[in-house]
């Protein structure tokens, strides 16, 4: 669809173009963020990176996604929507590319940190847009497309950059995952209908004021906290879970560890179910139920058989999909002004969240092997149950 054509009445009937390219939205936004997870054990060969190193690989990527969010949020506010978001999935491609020239593990690092620094410009603005020009039920169901295709993303990246280094140095292989987001921007571009909801806020003290009123707002501080729970858990799982499956006795190939990562796909079917299911029982008791599943999967992954362990990977995923997918219905619906602020403060807690799980299982991983780094993940889940727990509030359906 040209960026030009006006789309009609999407609200109550969005359409399955429409939908599609929300999703993929999602998907050009976090195809990069955590793509080197399945070649971790070369980048430990080729570049002499000690775990910890290899942990922030991953971690100076969200935490670069955590101080840039609430930036691009004020800014997305002042300036609008769309051209941030085409302009981001572009950006994400310079760093990606430059990725094919490194030769250390601080290289490496640096160029990590710029791809973050391109991801707020989407996934902080698409949760605004949505969130703008979507209402009710009708807005579950679009955002739970976009985490779709986030998870989406998230698996794609892993899963092409692990078999591509199969085939091909894995620097030549960033050079491939370049001209992904370059493709990216251009059916973004063409796909996205501009805002028809979007007001400018260019004041300064506005939107400071608004920022300080998100601060003190309950319900966004207690989906923040739980924000930071939530990812802390999944990258510590998913980053040294590689290690785990590629040292003795399972000797996994960065193909076969490519592969594991098929278990993301659940995630795009179980997602948007969860959008029905959440309209109904509450995002609260959502989370509550998401998150115990999610512990179990986490738990189970101490089995020996591999293909218990990717078993057991499946079921964390999805319960930590669904815990997101309703964590973020919970903003959408509760934050009525000042949207993009509060998806810039709510990435902040939430990729802070990843990089402390990447520093934090890196350590317990050193220390213990995967016993430790389990145990890890699990007293973080445990602290975010207990946060959803006490402090989300019990709503009325969202229907």
């Given at each position: 669809m040209p960026?030009?054509t006006?789309v009609s ?11 599609l390219?929300?999703g993929?939205?999602g998907?050009?936004?976090?195809v ?5 997870q ?10 002499n990176?000690s775990?910890v190193q ?6 100076v ?12 949020g ?7 929507r ?7 999935v ?6 990606t ?5 490194v030769q250390?593990?601080h ?12 991801v ?5 603005v698409?949760i ?13 169901r679009?955002?739970t497309?976009?985490?779709a ?5 998230g698996?794609?990246?892993?899963f ?6 199969e085939?091909?140095?894995w620097?030549a292989a ?15 571009w063409?796909g996205?209908?501009a ?6 806020s ?7 004021k608004t920022l300080?009123?998100l ?12 924000g930071f ?7 510590g799982l998913?980053?040294f879970?590689?290690?785990h499956?590629?040292?003795?006795p ?9 592969n594991?990562f ?7 079917v179980?997602?948007?179910?969860a959008?029905?299911?959440i ?5 609260r008791q ?5 998150m115990a ?8 992954t101490?089995?020996h058989?591999?293909?218990c362990?990717?078993?057991a990977?499946?079921v964390?995923?999805?319960g930590?999909?669904?815990?997101q ?9 509760r ?5 993009s602020q509060?998806?810039?403060l709510?990435?902040?807690a ?5 990089f402390?799980?990447a ?6 991983y ?8 389990v ?11 207990l ?5 989300m509030?019990?709503l009325?359906?969202q229907r």
């Amino acid at each position: 669809m040209p960026a030009s054509t006006p789309v009609s009445d999407y609200n109550d009937n969005p359409g399955s173009l429409l939908m599609l390219t929300v999703g993929l939205v999602g998907l050009f936004a976090f195809v990069q963020v955590y793509s080197v997870q399945s070649i971790l054990p070369q980048l430990q060969h080729d570049l002499n990176a000690s775990v910890v190193q290899l942990g922030n690989s991953v971690g100076v990527t969200v935490l670069a996604v955590a101080l840039i969010s609430p930036f691009v949020g004020l800014l997305s506010d002042a300036l609008g929507r769309k051209w941030l978001v085409v302009a981001s999935v572009f950006a994400l491609a310079v760093p990606t590319a430059l990725m094919s020239q490194v030769q250390t593990v601080h290289g490496l690092l640096i160029l990590r940190f710029l791809q973050g620094l391109a991801v707020p410009g989407v996934s902080v603005v698409a949760i605004a847009y949505v969130g703008e020009e979507f209402r009710g039920s009708t807005m579950i169901r679009v955002m739970t497309v976009y985490i779709a295709g986030s998870v989406l993303g998230g698996f794609s990246g892993r899963f092409l950059l692990g078999h591509f280094s199969e085939y091909m140095p894995w620097r030549a292989a960033f050079e491939v995952m370049a001209v992904l987001n370059l493709v990216g921007a251009i059916v973004v571009w063409r796909g996205l209908p501009a805002s028809r909801h979007f007001v400018a806020s260019a004041r300064f003290g506005a939107s400071m004021k608004t920022l300080g009123q998100l601060l003190h707002n309950p319900s966004l501080q207690a989906a923040c906290a739980l924000g930071f729970t939530m990812l802390f858990a999944l990258v510590g799982l998913f980053t040294f879970v590689n290690l785990h499956l590629a040292a003795a006795p399972y000797h996994f190939t960065s193909g076969e560890l490519a592969n594991v990562f098929a278990v993301y796909l659940l995630g795009v079917v179980v997602t948007p179910l969860a959008g029905r299911v959440i309209p109904r029982i509450g995002a609260r008791q959502t989370v509550l139920l998401a998150m115990a599943i999610a512990a179990v999967g986490v738990l189970l992954t101490l089995a020996h058989p591999a293909w218990c362990i990717v078993l057991a990977l499946a079921v964390a995923a999805c319960g930590v999909f669904v815990t997101q997918s309703a964590t973020m219905s919970f903003i959408a619906y509760r934050i009525r002004s000042g949207r993009s602020q509060a998806s810039g403060l709510y990435y902040t807690a939430y990729y802070c969240g990843g990089f402390g799980g990447a520093w934090a299982c890196g350590v317990a991983y050193t220390w213990g092997g995967w016993p430790t780094t389990v145990a890890v993940v699990i007293a973080a889940m445990a602290l975010g149950w207990l946060i959803a727990w006490r402090y989300m509030p019990r709503l009325p359906t969202q229907r």
